[in-house]
């Protein structure tokens, strides 16, 4: 059984950026839908093991994949906003983006870019490619496939329209230039310090 995961943060706390409603709409329902969805899956797998009856075993793979992979982003994108309070990327993790994305402003226009562009429901990320040891920006519009594999998640936005439409309507770039704003570099930093460079 997996649980939800509390938010670091109370449902108010990214006023007026991301206002307590659509918060509590995107973590009470659609995320507790993808927790509660995940761990169904993991019984009737257990069962299918237990019986010897894998008649609806693709299904159940993709669902585990699709409701999993649900959770895991959430959780990301959750964790790295917070109070609208200044962070920044540590001195490691700007060295990275200057290198890789030749400046901070290019690096944010760039995910700000991507963001607008991410097809329906979907995702941006930044991430680290650890077979090119570089950081690169992704879309990932079917969240149930990699984008990349073995890419390790840094900064996630979630383009789903549940996570922005309560508040913003159609108004997408407003959602994306109110996010900057909510970013926690703080749990960005400590996701990269993780990383073998
Ligand atoms: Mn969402």
Redesign the pocket.
């Known amino acids: 059984m997996i649980k939800m995961k509390d938010l670091p943060y109370p449902m108010d706390a990214l006023e007026p950026y991301y206002n307590k409603e659509t918060l509590s709409i ?1 973590y009470n329902i ?2 507790k839908g993808y927790v509660d969805n995940t761990n169904k899956v993991q019984e009737k797998l257990f069962l299918a093991r237990e019986n010897h009856n894998f008649e609806s075993i693709k299904c159940l793979e993709k669902d585990l994949s699709f409701y999993g992979s649900g959770v895991i982003l ?1 959780e990301l ?1 959750f964790e790295n906003m917070g109070p609208p309070i200044p962070t920044s990327p540590s001195q490691k993790l700007i060295e990275f983006i200057n290198r890789d994305f030749n400046s901070y402003e290019k690096f944010k226009e760039q995910f700000t870019e991507s963001s607008k562009t991410v097809e329906a429901s979907g995702w941006n990320l930044l991430v680290w490619v650890n077979n090119f040891k570089k950081l690169e920006i992704l879309q990932c519009e079917k969240h149930q496939n990699l984008t990349l594999w073995g890419c390790k998640p840094l900064l996630v936005l ?1 383009m ?1 329209e ?2 922005y439409f309560l508040q913003y309507k159609t108004q997408r770039p407003e959602y994306i230039s109110s996010f900057w704003n909510i970013v926690n570099w703080n749990v960005v930093n400590k996701r990269f310090d993780n990383i073998n460079l």
């Open positions: 995107h659609l995320y959430h994108f979630d789903w549940h996570s």
